[in-house]
């Protein structure tokens, strides 16, 4: 259990950090929002943007709630079922924002189209502020432990 509980503050130093990296990138992009066409240069700072969101989603499903289901010794489940139990450990806000982050995630790496490309930039612009009130939020509930 010693094990878990220190891979879970290792996890969460990394979210906290990831956490910042996508707050910079957002605050860059933010500005684009209102455009409709992007030069290389924007292009490529939204690709970095919606690399970190993905990563971030990343750490917090696969690796965060995973781990403190594992401490918790919750009975695995799907995905769904994870992200609900996060909404009602109080880890997330919303379960139905997250399973938008969990589809935009696996969308993005998939998109090669403008059209696509700013659709899933806005989803990413929506959401970046559940995904680092979570880690907040996770770092709060990890206490405990």
């Known amino acids: 259990m010693e094990e878990l509980i220190l891979f879970l503050r290792k996890s969460i130093e990394d979210a906290k950090e990831a956490s910042d990296m996508l707050t910079y990138s957002y605050k860059k992009c933010k500005v684009l929002l ?4 992007y030069d290389y240069e924007e292009l490529e700072s939204i690709e970095v ?3 970190r969101f993905s990563r971030l989603s990343d750490l917090l499903i696969q690796r965060i709630f995973k781990t403190i289901e594992k401490v918790d010794q919750d009975t695995p489940g799907s995905i769904r079922d994870r992200i609900n139990r996060a909404e009602k450990k109080g ?3 919303s379960s139905e924002d997250f399973q938008i982050i969990r589809t935009a995630r696996n969308s993005i790496a998939h998109e090669y189209s403008k059209e696509g490309v700013k659709s899933l930039f806005d989803i990413a612009l929506k959401y970046t502020e559940a995904l680092t009130d979570a880690v907040k939020r996770v770092e709060k509930f990890s ?3």
């Open 49 to 51: 943007f919606a690399a």
């Open 34 to 37: 209102k455009k409709k066409d």
């Open 91 to 93: 880890l997330i806000r």
């Open 143 to 145: 206490l405990k432990y």
